[in-house]
């Protein structure tokens, strides 16, 4: 099972991107992928996910309205779309699944990725002028 995060990088505020996370080693048919994201001297938190059993998504609040998780089944991938970023969305972002735990909803996903033994390299975001 792996993880592959890309997309990240430097961007003024307001400002758009795009991450990706592609999954090898099981598949989207059943199982989720979710974005976390860490600032320095801050706890983990999980941004987002988008369950594979009834399509929910799951937003922490200080993200929604502003970022899009999406998923493309067929390149085993899931994009989180953010824009209208601040600064205080600099952290290094990171994808996880919730392999092998089954999940129905995606707020059961978030915590079941939570507890996973798999997840991207991260990827650095950072909102500046």
């Known amino acids: 099972v792996q993880l592959q995060a890309s997309g990240g990088g430097l961007v003024q505020p307001g400002g758009s991107l795009r991450l990706s996370c592609a999954a090898s080693g099981f598949t989207l048919d059943f199982y989720t992928i979710g974005w976390f994201r860490q600032a320095p001297g801050k706890e983990r938190e999980g941004v987002s996910g988008?369950?594979?059993?009834?399509?929910?998504?799951y937003y922490a609040d200080s993200v929604k309205g502003r970022f899009t998780i999406s998923r493309d089944k067929a390149k085993n991938t899931v994009y989180l779309q953010m824009d209208t970023l601040k600064p205080e969305d600099t952290a290094v972002y990171y994808c996880?699944?919730?392999?092998?735990?089954?999940?129905?909803?995606?707020?059961?996903?978030?915590?079941?990725?939570?507890?996973?033994?798999?997840w991207g390299q991260g990827t650095q975001v950072t909102v500046s002028s």
């Open positions: 996880a699944t919730d392999y092998p735990r089954l999940s129905i909803t995606a707020a059961q996903a978030m915590d079941n990725m939570a507890l996973s033994d798999y």
């Open positions: 988008i369950s594979s059993s009834d399509g929910s998504t």
